[in-house]
């Protein structure tokens, strides 16, 4: 089973095979964040607007900061009313990015570890982001991915 891993701004990113829904969706996120939100959630405190963006802002991370993967696969299969609710409700989003890092841990998928998309620094990310999009999505020949 292939693991996808893209970045946020990667418009592939949260698109599944339409033959596999459990198709591990594997975006990172800044690690920092998404224990700030893990421990808002776990406290009841409140969760911003403004702290989720933060989450998937990883051009504004620090260059040592660290980033880790999570897999989206669940948000694929909400309905549109439920995607509309999470984003209308901090909480209910950051239990979404949550759940993410739980689902990436556990593995459903059983992917090999070798093939597993691993944490990161930002600097590490945002070399890989400097990759001229035809490359991105065409290769080093001009000819497309499979």
Known sequence: METRSKSV???????????DEDTPVIVHVRK?????LRLAVKTNSPVSRQTLQALIALDDAEDDEQLVPVDLRNRLKLSAADLDAELKDPRLHAKA????????????????EAQRPTA???????ANEEEPLEEAYYGEEGEEEE
């Open 32 to 36: 920092k964040i998404l224990d700030e």
């Open 120 to 126: 990161m620094l930002a600097s590490e990310w945002k």
């Open 97 to 112: 990015y949550i759940l993410a890092e739980d689902v990436f841990v556990k593995n459903p998928s059983k992917t090999p």
């Open 9 to 19: 701004r990667d418009p592939k990113a949260a698109v599944a095979d339409d033959d």
